[in-house]
T-cell receptor
Framework: GAVVSQHPSRVICKSGTSVKIECRSL??????MFWYRQFPKQSLMLMAT?????????EQGVEKDKFLINHASLTLSTLTVTSAHPEDSSFYIC?????????????FGPGTRLTVL | AQSVTQPDIHITVSEGASLELRCNYS??????LFWYVQSPGQGLQLLLK??????LVQGIKGFEAEFKRSQSSFNLRKPSVHWSDAAEYFC????????????FGAGTILRVKS
């Protein structure tokens, strides 16, 4: 149980285009989903917290107009990188909060490798 | 600010040897504690978690971790390492006042030599 999928696993795009990444909780409903960015040989950096039916909460320094997040259902959140540039190339990982007694446990997707040419 | 420290960037152990990965956190109250493992190019897999109760928690793949409040630590252990354990390990801490958000340590890369 507690499986999270991401699609696509890899994407290569030209500079200036937009890319959408999907995150799905396959066997549970997640009120909250999270989007992280991971640079090579570094830890995960939280970009935003996505709550179903409401606007995402972005971390300081993350451009909300560039990284559009939609959480339209309890099993799907999407991250759209708008007008992508080479510096947006990174590994993007989502997680979904699995509700437990004390707090949600985050289960992670397999990640999406974005390369912007 | 809340922080999580994994002091060892790289650790190399021989197959069959024991393993301990260190994790320290800064916080006054009891946080929620997690260990995740990441293989190259993959997402994170939950190894174990601590919310409350018994301070020694068992996880998957033969891993365990012990919460020590006095030392603000949550070290990960395995009595006998297998070559397939080679990966990067992340300690993460959740704080009540920040909802379900996690703060991650920098990670420890484990190499297993045969």
């Amino acid at each position: 149980g507690a499986v999270v999928s991401q699609h696509p696993s890899r994407v290569i795009c030209k500079s200036g285009t937009s890319v959408k990444i999907e995150c799905r909780s396959l066997d549970f409903q997640a009120t909250t989903m999270f989007w992280y960015r991971q640079f090579p040989k570094q830890s995960l950096m939280l970009m935003a917290t996505s709550n179903e039916g409401s606007k995402a909460t972005y971390e300081q320094g993350v451009e909300k107009d560039k990284f559009l997040i939609n959480h339209a259902s309890l099993t799907l959140s999407t991250l759209t990188v708008t007008s992508a540039h080479p510096e947006d190339s990174s590994f993007y990982i989502c997680s979904a909060g699995y509700p437990t007694v004390s707090t949600d446990t985050q289960y992670f997707g397999p990640g999406t490798r974005l390369t912007v040419l | 600010a809340q922080s999580v420290t994994q002091p060892d960037i790289h650790i190399t152990v021989s197959e069959g040897a024991s393993l301990e990965l260190r994790c320290n956190y800064s916080y006054g109250a009891t946080p929620y504690l997690f260990w995740y493992v990441q293989s190259p190019g993959q997402g994170l897999q939950l190894l174990l978690k601590y919310f409350s109760g018994d301070t020694l928690v068992q996880g998957i793949k033969g891993f365990e971790a012990e919460f020590k409040r006095s030392q603000s630590s949550f070290n990960l252990r395995k009595p006998s390492v297998h070559w397939s354990d080679a990966a990067e390990y992340f300690c993460a801490v959740g704080y009540m006042e920040y909802g379900n958000k996690l703060v991650f340590g920098a990670g420890t890369i484990l190499r297993v030599k045969s």
